[in-house]
């Protein structure tokens, strides 16, 4: 049988000396971490601390993979041709973000890139040393191929239920198996399940799929033994089946793209036996996927041993016949077509026919899937998301304003960028609609952001010039035993590609892979001896010297970040099971011993120190909590987490001015953020009607000047939504909530224009308060009474279904109704404002002026506005509400009621009761004993 062929061998860099013991412990160590990494989440960088220990473990193990390189081949390093010099240009990459912190928008994300970009360096010059040695470029191919079976595998286990199987496996060494199911390795969204395996996100899984299905097909074909054939002929139908399940429109999409491009590389013999292998296993995975869909999704409902039995027999029966006809291919077909059109090989050109023609055949394919009723074939929800491939798809639309939105970015940080995280700091400042996205969908422009035009040149130049000289290479030399780079090539390239429209190198592991590949591809490309003479003593020990302090500096680092990172989640966790301020206090000043600027850590602190002074007033916790927050701050000016706990910072100690100035000095930072808007025009309004309470007209006018400016900014936002294309979601809600239409409409009445007021009100009163916007008399007693009350029965009725969705385990739902509680309560207090500065500006008055005139303030206002301090856990304020509120008259319905939540703020807060109040209401009904401590015990 002839030879497969690929490519040409680039002629061996030099000589390297057999393997020693100390060589294959570091070819086997460098595996065993390469398995490690994508069990991980596939180190994915979520910017949350439950993210960051595996990057930074990632880091501290490829650095002392980096090191033991260093030391095994430190007498043989030299500098004489290209390759050798690539070693030293890989450096510039961490560098070029190092430099970036500097101006960097969130020196903690930054840290994050700057850790991420030294174990892809550390990868990348330890496989450049490994490679070059045939046997463990070899074991390593294997290596890989062995873990992309094992991910692939997984998933499938997941996706039939036996997630608690694939939990066991990998538990012992994974965090992210919690209560023995590997977090969301299906997950779930408006399309319905997903398949996800290790990554949690079904794109870039699809990604991954789809560059291991071909390096799948070409170690089919390249193999000589029939096992091998076999092996890797059964994998392409769990392939195929794992990249359908994910339901992604990119990976499905770029496949045939990617697929033409690789088939360039092929002369025309190995182009035939890749498109009949493929389509052999594309054939048989349609045929099966219908039932193995069905079935997932009744598994993943509720588990039964019959049909997860039938689910792996429709998948394993199809693979082994794929293995088999792959294996007839490859035994029978290949050398008979070799023997045909070998001779053909030789001309020029002969090898674009195919791919030409191939086009054709994916264009017809994709209109026969996408335009006709031959997807009926496929399940629903995959056949749906063929249908609606277009680029006036909602998500194809939100990713070109990504994209303009990134550019916006780049024009303001054009030299050195924002730093690593830079678009998940920044991006709602330059955001043209409420969309919520941390990531650019782009890998190249989020690198370009991120280091600018500098680090983003040292990139692309160190990227283009490997894959130029290893084409160049290619199209050069004899091809007999040109297997190996084309293995990685096809890695490198499938990855990137995909990185066009998605976040893939988001996950550190799909960085690895990428440059474990370029490291691959640099061994065998074309390589030239250097002109300029570098093999000099003083270049090569300055270089190591460089590698030996940086490595060993980011080492020194690591265990740091370590340390304070598992003090950080141990404390995340322990805010969910501990009432003790000592016990949760204790891990995170640890963790921000290390790192002081770390903002998870320090806003928990705040947010505990803030706690603890509300129920005690000791002025050392909010002190405490300051410090936490402005040295956090001064490397977080982006983080508005750290930005909120000051502003409640300030109003705990009582400057409302200071508060104020929080939210607008930072407006323009969340330019769609509605609460943020939101608080800002209350925060304005509440101010200007002090100053009208107190006949101060220049503060009035300030206040009521920027509370109308941001009302504007809202309204001008929501006729800008309506502009864009009716196919793009808006993203976020962005609309006048009943807290800003409450403030804008009050302020727009006391400047004359009553009409405006009523209209702002209208907008704005939705979700409940729709009939109490029909009445001929806003703003008098009545109405902010009714508004109270119903804010207090609204927000009680959200939170209730906010504690029902977290019992369920419904986090979202639980949020938004959280969200909606929030606003709720929020108006019912800002009203109960209003009404007291309206109180205080009618007692002004002289006497003879208010003769006849009721208080603003009533009791059953004072009841609600109390619940409604209450619920919100202001325990102080809802005491001193409710106090004012109580009469001597228990018989009064009202007032018992009034009595009962004061007397189960005590309660609940511990604080000493009032016996007098207590005797009273007991006195008047026995039974309130029983009702306080109902309110006294309701989950909050």
């Not at 394919?365 to 496929?378: K, M, P, S, V, Y």
């Not at 007692?843 to 206002?861: F, K």
Request: hydrophobic share 45%.
């Amino acid at each position: 049988m002839s030879k497969p062929v690929y490519g040409k061998q680039a002629a061996p860099s030099k000589t390297i000396e057999k393997n020693s013991g100390p060589v294959w412990a570091l070819c086997i160590a460098f595996i065993l971490f390469l398995g490690w990494t994508p069990f991980q989440v596939g180190l994915f960088n979520g910017m949350r601390v439950e993210f960051e220990k595996p990057i930074y473990m990632a880091a501290l193990l490829s650095g002392l993979l980096l090191l033991i390189c260093a030391v095994l081949y430190f007498r043989t390093f030299r500098l004489d041709e290209q390759r050798d010099l690539l070693t030293l240009a890989a450096i510039l990459l961490p560098l070029t973000y190092a430099l970036s912190l500097f101006g960097a928008a969130s020196h903690y994300m930054a840290m994050n890139m700057l850790f991420t970009q030294f174990t892809y360096v550390a990868v990348f010059i330890t496989s450049v040393y490994l490679l070059r040695q045939r046997q463990l470029n070899n074991v390593i191919q294997l290596g890989i191929l062995a873990i992309a079976y094992l991910i692939v595998g997984f998933g499938l286990l997941n996706w039939l239920g036996s997630w608690k199987l694939a939990g066991s496996l990998v538990g012992w060494f994974s965090d992210t198996v919690v209560n023995g199911k590997y977090t969301e390795a299906v997950m779930t969204d408006s399309n319905g399940l997903r398949l996800t395996s290790i990554f949690q996100y079904a794109n870039t899984y699809a990604a991954f799929l789809m560059a291991f299905l071909f390096v799948a097909l070409f170690a089919l074909i390249r193999s000589r033994k029939w096992y091998g054939r076999l092996m890797h002929g059964f994998m392409l139908v769990p392939f195929i089946v794992s990249l359908l399940l994910t339901l992604s429109r990119g990976g499905l999409v770029l496949l045939p793209v990617v697929f033409i491009i690789l088939l360039l590389f092929l002369k025309p013999v190995q182009q035939i036996l890749w498109i009949i292998n493929l389509a052999i296993a594309g054939v048989l995975s349609l045929l099966i996927t219908n039932p193995v869909t069905r079935l997932g999704l009744e598994l993943n409902t509720a588990f039964t041993s019959s049909a997860a039995l039938e689910g792996w027999g429709y998948l394993l029966g199809a693979s082994f016949c794929a293995a088999a006809l792959c294996w007839v291919v490859q035994h029978y077909f290949a050398p008979w077509l070799s023997r045909k059109l070998g001779s053909t090989e030789s001309r020029r050109w002969s090898g674009v026919w195919i791919p030409v023609v191939s086009v054709a055949g994916v264009l017809i394919i994709a209109f026969l899937f996408i335009g006709t009723r031959a997807r009926n074939i496929l399940p629903e929800n995959i056949g749906t998301r063929l249908e609606n491939i277009n680029f006036k798809q909602h998500s194809v639309l939100e990713r070109f304003t990504f994209y303009k939105d990134a550019m916006k970015v780049v024009k303001d940080y054009p030299v050195l960028g924002t730093g690593g995280g830079g678009w998940a700091s920044l991006y709602e400042h330059y955001q043209n609609n409420p969309y919520l996205s941390r990531q650019v969908h782009n890998f190249f422009l989020q690198y370009l952001i991120e280091v600018g035009i500098l680090g983003f040149i040292v990139f692309m130049g160190f990227i283009l010039f490997i894959f130029y000289k290893y084409v160049r290479g290619y199209l050069k030399r004899d091809k007999d035993d040109y297997n190996n780079g084309f293995f990685y090539l096809i890695i490198a390239l499938s990855i990137l590609v995909h990185s066009l429209l998605d976040f893939n190198m988001s996950y550190a592991f799909m960085g690895i892979l990428v440059f474990l590949a370029l490291g691959g591809m640099t061994v065998v490309m074309e390589s030239r001896p250097l002109r300029l003479e570098w093999n000099k003593l003083w270049i090569r020990a300055g270089y190591f010297g460089l590698l030996g302090i940086g490595t060993g500096y980011l080492l020194f680092l690591s265990l740091g970040y370590i340390s304070s990172s598992s003090e950080a989640y141990t404390a995340k966790k322990l805010m969910n099971v501990s009432q003790s301020y000592e016990e949760i206090k204790a891990p995170l000043v640890k963790a921000l011993k290390t790192r002081p600027n770390h903002p998870e850590s320090a806003a928990y602190l705040s947010m505990l120190d803030q706690q603890v002074f509300t129920q005690t007033q000791n002025k050392q916790f909010l002190d405490e909590s300051y410090t936490v927050l402005t040295r956090a701050l001064e490397d977080e000016p982006y983080n508005k987490d750290l930005l909120s706990q000051l502003a409640k910072y300030y109003d705990l100690k009582g400057q409302s001015e200071e508060s104020y100035r929080v939210y607008l000095d930072n407006a323009d930072k969340f330019m769609w953020d509605i609460n943020w808007y939101d608080h800002l025009i209350s925060r304005a309004s509440l101010l200007g009607l002090e100053a009208y309470a107190k006949r101060d007209e220049a503060g009035e006018q300030k206040y009521f000047n920027s509370a109308l400016a941001s009302y504007k900014h809202v309204t001008d936002g929501i006729e800008h939504l309506k502009t864009l294309p009716p196919e793009q979601l808006q993203g976020r809600e962005f609309f006048v909530t009943s807290t800003i239409a409450l403030n804008a409409g009050r302020i727009q009445v006391l400047s004359g224009d009553e009409e405006a007021a009523r209209t702002t009100v209208q907008q704005g009163f939705t979700n409940g308060y729709e009939d109490l916007t029909e009445t001929a008399a806003l703003w008098d007693t009545d109405w902010y009474s009714a508004v109270i009350g119903r804010s207090q029965e609204l927000g009680a009725a959200a939170l209730k279904r906010a504690l029902e969705a977290y019992a369920l385990g419904q986090t979202d739902l639980g949020d938004q109704e959280t969200v909606n509680k929030e606003r709720y309560f929020k108006t019912g207090l800002d009203a109960y404002a209003h009404a007291a500065a309206d109180e205080e500006w009618f007692s002004a008055l002289p006497a003879e002026d208010q003769q006849g005139r009721g208080s603003m303030i009533t009791s059953v206002m004072l009841l609600n506005a109390g619940k409604i301090q209450y619920l919100s856990k202001q325990w102080q304020a809802a005491a001193a509400t409710l106090q004012q509120g109580l009469t001597e008259d228990y018989n009064d319905a009202v007032n018992r009621e009034t009595a009962r939540w004061y007397l189960a703020v005590q309660q609940r807060t511990q604080s000493a009761q009032d016996q007098a109040v207590y005797d009273k209401l007991i006195t008047a009904d026995p039974e309130e004993a029983v009702k306080i401590n109902e309110v006294a015990v309701m989950p909050l």
